[in-house]
């Protein structure tokens, strides 16, 4: 029997360590879509400009630094080895060109939406994508079970494999909170899941659409990606917002299909 590869969204997700001229000022998480324009990093806003979404004042309140750069740990080319999916690089990405964000923003919501996406400049790094053309097939809503799969306190699963939080969707799935694209779960989540994808995994599948009609897929694990974990709605709460996929869809201009996130995952 073939040594078992981490599932799929655990290799997706990747640790960001910004930086300001090499020196650390906080971790986060992202991940990477296709596109026609070529490969984007995904993230929240307020981790690349290191400002607060509401007051826009500096998140690193010891140093009051912003990031001028993004340290990726990207999968290696060479990775499985002996079976195993076990190696990665790092990539420095620049978040500026002089002193214009590369950063893409949200077509019409603008700084108003915590998502940015950043063309990735490496070539030499396996790249997992997610895959935004996939069409949904999970039925969910309050109280269906959802992952976060990132790097609380920059803190990894092992090597650099995402962490899975686990917790609930806790609002209707077609109801947007504060009249933005946001979705609300409830699960425990901590500094550095910022930017991660949020997922709904079904190891052994679960009810799907097809043709509009309910059917039970009894084998094959099923993944989709519901949008990226930006935080909690308060300190005091385990109530954490996620912008919703449509939203990240709106700032590739056209997704490529990668057969990704919908897809069997690599566990046998």
Request: proline share 7%; glycine share 10%; charged share 20%.
């Amino acid at each position: 029997m073939p040594a078992p590869l981490a599932r799929t969204p655990s290799m997706q997700s990747l640790l960001l360590d910004l930086r300001f001229n090499g020196q650390h000022l906080a971790h986060a998480t992202g991940f990477v879509v296709a596109s026609t324009a070529g490969p984007h990093l995904i993230t929240c806003r307020h981790v690349v400009t290191g400002r607060d979404q509401d007051t826009n004042q500096p998140l690193a309140k010891d140093t009051g630094g912003i990031p001028n750069e993004v340290r990726i740990l990207h999968h290696s080319l060479d990775s499985p080895r002996d079976g195993v999916l076990w190696g990665w690089v790092e990539r420095i990405e620049p978040l500026y060109d002089g002193v214009t964000p590369r950063w893409r923003e949200h077509p019409t919501l603008g700084a108003r939406a915590d998502i940015v996406a950043l063309p990735l400049m490496a070539r030499d790094v396996q790249f997992f994508p997610y895959d935004l053309s996939a069409d949904s097939k999970l039925e969910l809503g309050p109280g269906d079970p959802v992952s976060v799969i990132g790097f609380p306190f920059g803190r990894a699963a092992g090597g650099f494999l995402g962490i899975w939080a686990t917790g609930f969707i806790a609002s209707e799935t077609f109801v947007d909170w504060n009249d933005l694209p946001i979705q609300l779960i409830d699960s425990r989540t901590r500094q550095g899941q910022s930017g991660a994808p949020v997922v709904a995994y079904r190891a052994q599948g679960s009810t799907v659409m097809i043709d509009g009609v309910p059917k039970r897929i009894e084998e094959g694990a099923i993944s989709q990606f519901l949008g990226v974990y930006s935080g909690r709605i308060t300190d005091q709460s385990d109530v954490g917002m996620v912008w919703k996929a449509e939203a990240v869809r709106a700032l590739i201009d056209k997704p490529v299909h990668s057969g990704s996130s919908t897809s069997q995952d690599s566990n046998r």
